[in-house]
């Protein structure tokens, strides 16, 4: 808690992120937080990533199991290295930077929790990923 820096936290990889940024990572986390609460049971944890203090851009704990969590690290990390400013719709991106498995997979989140918000009725977020 609190702002004080330790020398640990100055040698970690932070950098300030943009408003965009921030609300996309939002958005993903939201996204892979659905997925997982309805298609996996068993052990999870809390999120958490190394280059983003997690609780500056969502205060709600996600609970993810082992995949999800690799999922959305590798999803936050591809937007965090996202080369283009503004950033395109990622489908009609000619970077592609999400390859194999990791591909078929966001998709799948994509179209799940996208289904599962216009069921309950929260088209604000959809419509923010969507634009
Ligand atoms: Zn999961």
């Known amino acids: 808690m609190g702002y004080a820096q330790t020398q640990g936290e100055v040698s970690m990889k932070r950098r300030a992120i943009s408003k ?51 999922l959305l690290s590798y999803g936050l990390t591809m937007r965090l290295k996202c080369p283009h400013d503004p950033k395109p719709m990622c489908k009609k991106c000619e970077t592609q930077c999400y390859h194999g498995e990791y591909k078929a997979k966001i998709r799948e989140v994509m179209k799940f929790s996208g289904m599962y918000m216009i069921k309950h009725g929260r088209l604000d977020m959809l419509y923010h990923y969507l634009r």
């Open 20 to 70: 965009k940024e921030r609300s996309d990572i939002r958005t993903l986390m939201k996204f892979v937080g659905i997925f997982c609460m309805e298609n996996h049971d068993g052990e999870k944890v809390p999120f958490s990533f190394k280059m983003l203090d997690i609780k500056e851009i969502e205060k709600a704990e996600i609970p993810l199991c082992q995949d999800c969590t690799r």
